[in-house]
């Protein structure tokens, strides 16, 4: 059986929502988007090198996987974060989508439609899946008791609004 890792960039206060850029996630007039950008540096970027040494695929929402699928295959492969895009280019990217309505052409692309799809694949052999971003994705795994560990990386910012990476009520619960 997989594990599945819940990995997430989160401010002080919490909220998980846009951080690599402004036009990434504006619901509900969110105007920080790209807030972890000035906090990038070697050492954060060899944290998030750590969460992905292990063989692994992504497990994504709807919105993050079409923010990514925009994204990570343009990416030039020699660039600094090169390695992250030709990782996310030969790994398989399950992403959940209630509706199906999303496209699925990023090369090793699988669409799960809830999760009862996610407990069949956590099930099956293979690496562990790890999600990025993906709120209301990680509050359903939350939720259904499917989140195995945590890697969650602390920003020194408050933002005082937006997506949280736990929903008010989450249940009491610890994670390795």
């Given at each position: 059986?997989?594990?599945?890792?819940v990995?997430?960039?989160?401010?002080?206060?919490?909220?998980?929502?846009?951080?690599?850029?402004?036009?990434?996630?504006?619901?509900?007039g969110?105007?920080f988007?790209?807030?972890?950008m000035?906090?990038?540096?070697?050492?954060f970027?060899?944290?998030i090198?750590?969460?992905?040494?292990?063989?692994?695929?992504?497990?994504l929402?709807?919105?993050?996987?079409?923010?990514f699928?925009?994204?990570w295959?343009?990416?030039?492969?020699?660039?600094?974060?090169?390695?992250?895009?030709?990782?996310f280019?030969?790994?398989?990217k399950?992403?959940?989508?209630?509706?199906?309505?999303v496209?699925?052409?990023?090369q090793?692309?699988?669409?799960?439609?809830?999760?009862?799809?996610?407990k069949?694949v956590?099930?099956?052999?293979?690496?562990?899946?790890?999600?990025?971003?993906?709120?209301?994705?990680?509050?359903?795994l939350?939720?259904?008791?499917l989140?195995?560990?945590?890697s969650?990386?602390?920003?020194?910012?408050?933002?005082?609004?937006?997506?949280?990476?736990?929903?008010?009520?989450?249940?009491?619960?610890?994670?390795?």
């Amino acid at each position: 059986m997989r594990k599945i890792i819940v990995g997430a960039q989160v401010s002080m206060d919490g909220v998980m929502q846009a951080p690599g850029g402004p036009w990434e996630d504006p619901t509900k007039g969110f105007t920080f988007g790209g807030w972890v950008m000035p906090h990038l540096d070697d050492v954060f970027g060899e944290e998030i090198d750590r969460v992905f040494t292990e063989k692994c695929d992504l497990l994504l929402g709807r919105k993050t996987y079409e923010i990514f699928a925009a994204y990570w295959p343009y990416y030039d492969e020699s660039a600094p974060q090169g390695r992250i895009a030709t990782l996310f280019k030969n790994i398989k990217k399950y992403v959940v989508s209630r509706s199906g309505e999303v496209d699925t052409s990023w090369q090793g692309s699988v669409l799960l439609h809830d999760i009862a799809d996610v407990k069949r694949v956590r099930k099956e052999d293979g690496p562990n899946l790890v999600t990025q971003g993906s709120t209301e994705l990680v509050h359903a795994l939350l939720e259904n008791d499917l989140v195995d560990a945590m890697s969650i990386f602390t920003v020194p910012v408050v933002l005082g609004r937006g997506k949280k990476l736990f929903a008010d009520g989450s249940a009491p619960h610890a994670y390795s």
